[in-house]
């Protein structure tokens, strides 16, 4: 019986952590996402510095968040997070709106698919 009990507690904290790691990558992904959506408006209405800066906020977000991102995610999505983020800053600085929203468009892509590709799900894990 002792073992059942044992058995039990260890599903109960499999399940709360399973509903508190979906929760913290929902909340990750809604950040990013609106970050995007605030340096997507700056670049459309040609404000390079605004983006700019909105840009190096996001990157220094994703640097406070790397340790929790790559228990979480893969490191090459994480490299590639990065990648994009580094080459955002320098179009927006440079003033370059047609890369800028190239950046942004891969961006806007891999923000929207980290809940989907990443969430504790049975077609997941299969």
Known sequence: MKSFFVAMSIFAVLIVSGFAFNDCLDNASEKLLESFEQISKQVENGDFN???SLAAELSEYVD???PLMSSILDHGN????????????GYTENEDKANSEV?????EHMFKHLPENYKL??????
């Not at 950046?103 to 961006?107: F, Q, Y």
């Open 50 to 52: 605004g983006a700019n």
């Open 103 to 107: 950046c942004l468009k891969k961006l």
């Open 64 to 66: 406070k968040k790397k």
């Open 121 to 126: 799900r049975l077609q997941n894990i299969l």
């Open 78 to 89: 994480i490299d590639e997070i990065e990648k994009e983020i580094s080459g955002l800053l």
